[in-house]
């Protein structure tokens, strides 16, 4: 009996295990940026010409605004609410995003829906800036945990921060799968250890634990005036991170985030921040250092070595974020196809884009170089964490409203808090914007350029192609009136979503007078979801006159084989099969020209799409397509 009581138990054990497992991953992944804060974050608020003075009454209240920022705008906002609006389980800005414009959303009007595309790209955009900014600041601040140890190295600081970027960078190649399974563990033994060292700062001082009557937070505004909200800007630098956790949820689950979070990564941040404001309360000139304050003279080189590990971990998060963001990105249409190579058999979502790898490298480098501390990078990061919470906040309102029917006294009692939070976060990183704001801000508004304009241009682009098409029915027709010369294989052709016969397939028919024994015309959709069922991959229909019409649908996050799918989708409709020996594709390479000199920003936002069209990754190898069995036809289109 007791042998069977086991058996029946073990599937709900083994539950129980992989949740944990996925836990200790998610902390590594998910967890590094927030994680990594206490290096910085408290430090910022008194530090500067606009810092305020490391008193009493000033620590009880700086630590109170971080303790309820942590509770309400991670636990609540992202935690608790949403993390619930997911797109079959994925997360982040353009999951909501694809979730709020979908077809099945029929309360969304074309102006708003294109006003949600704006807003969310802009809100991606600003990622971008953090993407630069997160290694430098974290690895710098890391580093400089030497200044403290042993103040003669201070002027090695910088140099040492370069390299271990250099080298962060360089591995990316290789895959984060390689080290990988190391980062959770890493992150556990950093929440346990900054645990630890606030646990011993507060048992010396239990007066800090004034800091949880949110009270004290509101007095500090009002003994600081101007100063105790500009202060606010060193409190956002507390949730650096809190995107993550709704990013990346598609790849561990919303159940193993809130058991890392709420068992080890909350409870350890918590008790770090209190243990840094003990450490004020006692000594208010450790304010220059207070995380590295905290640790006894004999740790200081350990803790550095373990701090370097903790932010490498975060910055290696946030560059396969990066990654990860820039490929959804071309998947809807929202930029130009990039290089993608898969660092993993295994697992799809471990990919390296080397382009943007080294544009990163070289920007976090120059911001290391021109900032040179952690301090004076701190005003930087701020605007580009609560800008994005912002947007996320709004998206979010109108998706509650339009999906999940909120009635509006709802939406705005829940979102309309989390925006007033957010939007006192923006105005008071504005604030700091000559001091640094600007740059996250200059590296967001220039992504947001390029995104935009490649929207723009592609309906551009669409709208002169409508220019020369023909109805595929009457296309038909006409091939069995006339019909051309026939040879022997497949010819595929690229397809639009509508019922128009390629600009392509024209081009050839007139040139070269002859069609393939079987013409396929295939049209790949990108769907607001983030996989696409196998059932539901593609459509066939047979059409007179050997002609087949395949339309394929594609996940946001899944990469295109279109050999695989002709292989599947033939072999179906009982057509002649897929062979790569007798199959031609024939593409359209098309020479744009821009018309709209009369209308300035028009004309500079299609000539940059029509720049971009030009050097972005080839439809080939985007495709999966054999090169040595393609043919490009090329035209001209005008852009107005």
């Known amino acids: 009996m007791n042998n069977v009581h086991t058996l029946q138990a073990s599937p709900s054990s083994h539950r129980a295990t992989g949740t944990a497992a996925l ?31 490391p008193t009493h009454a000033n620590v009880i209240g700086i630590v109170s605004l971080f303790l309820w920022s942590l509770i309400l705008m991670v636990s609540g906002k992202y935690v608790l609410v949403l993390m619930q609006a997911d797109n079959r389980g994925e997360g982040g800005l353009l999951a909501l995003l694809a979730l709020l414009v979908g077809e099945r959303t029929g309360r969304v009007t074309r102006a708003g ?17 953090d993407g630069v900014i997160t290694p430098a600041i974290s690895v710098l601040s890391a580093i400089e945990g030497i200044e403290v140890a042993t103040p003669a190295f201070a002027h090695y600081t910088v140099p040492l921060t370069v390299v271990i970027l250099v080298a962060l960078f360089a591995v990316q190649p290789l895959g984060s799968g390689r ?43 009002a003994h600081n005036g101007f100063k105790g909200f500009v202060a606010l800007g060193a409190v956002v630098l507390c949730l650096t991170g809190g995107e993550a956790l709704y990013a990346d949820m598609g790849h561990f689950g919303a159940r193993p985030i809130r058991l890392a979070w709420y068992g080890l990564a909350l409870p350890a941040l918590t008790v770090n921040y209190l243990g840094q404001g003990a450490l004020l309360l006692r000594d208010a000139s450790a304010a220059a250092r207070p995380f590295y304050t905290t640790v006894p003279s004999w740790g200081l080189y350990p ?4 701090a370097t590990l903790a932010t490498i971990v975060a910055s290696q998060a946030l560059i396969s974020a990066v990654f990860s963001l820039t490929r959804q990105a071309a998947q809807l249409g929202l930029s130009p196809r990039v290089t993608v190579r898969h660092t993993s058999s295994s697992t799809e979502g471990q990919i390296y884009l080397p382009g943007l790898n080294w544009v990163l490298m070289v920007a976090t480098i120059a911001v290391v170089l021109g900032f040179r501390s952690s301090d004076s990078l701190a005003a930087a990061f701020g605007i580009a964490v609560s800008t994005t919470m912002l947007i996320t906040t709004m998206l979010f309102a109108a998706f509650a409203r339009v999906r999940w029917n909120w009635p509006i006294w709802r939406v705005a009692l829940v979102a309309g808090l989390f925006m007033v939070v957010d939007v006192a976060f923006v105005a008071a990183n504005a604030m700091k914007f000559a001091d640094g704001g600007w740059l996250p801000l200059t590296i967001g508004t220039l992504t947001f350029l390029v995104s935009t304009s490649w929207l723009i241009g592609l309906r551009a682009l669409t709208r002169a192609r409508m220019d020369t098409q023909l109805p595929l029915d009457a296309f038909v027709s006409s ?46 959709l990108t769907e607001e979801t983030p996989r696409v069922e196998e059932s539901n991959r593609f459509e066939v229909q047979r059409l007179d006159q050997g002609f087949v019409r395949i339309i394929g649908r594609y996940g946001y996050l899944e ?25 031609t594709f024939y593409l359209g390479r098309e020479s744009l020209t821009v018309k709209t000199r009369h209308h300035p920003a028009r004309y500079v936002l ?30 001209r289109l005008d852009l107005a």
Not at 485 to 513: C, D, E, I, W, Y
């Open 113 to 129: 829906a294109l006003r949600w595309v704006f807003m969310a790209m802009f809100g991606t955009a600003m990622l971008y800036g």
């Open 179 to 221: 080290v990988g399974v190391a980062f959770g563990p890493i992150l556990a033994v950093w929440f346990v250890v900054i645990f630890g060292l606030g646990l011993v700062s507060l048992v010396q001082t239990p007066a800090i634990l004034a800091a949880f009557n949110p009270l004290n937070g509101i007095e500090f505004f």
């Open 559 to 583: 990469m295109l084989d279109v050999p695989q799918l002709l292989e599947q989708a033939l072999r179906h409709a009982g057509c002649t099969a897929y062979d790569p020996m007798t199959t």
């Open 606 to 635: 299609l000539s940059l799409f029509s720049l971009l069209r030009k050097n972005e990754l080839n439809a080939t190898a985007h495709l999966g397509l054999p090169p040595n069995r393609v043919v490009e036809m090329g035209a």
């Open 303 to 306: 803790m550095v070595v373990l």
């Open 23 to 53: 836990a200790l991953s998610a902390l590594g992944i998910v967890f590094g940026d927030l994680g990594t804060s206490p290096l910085y974050a408290l430090q910022a608020a008194f530090s500067g010409s606009l810092g305020v003075a």
């Open 479 to 524: 091939i069995a009136v006339s019909p051309p010369h026939r040879v022997h294989g497949t010819g595929v052709f690229l397809m639009g979503a509508g019922n128009s016969v390629p600009t392509t397939m024209l081009h050839h028919l007139k040139h070269n007078q002859v069609l393939h024994e079987q013409v396929v015309l295939l049209t790949l």
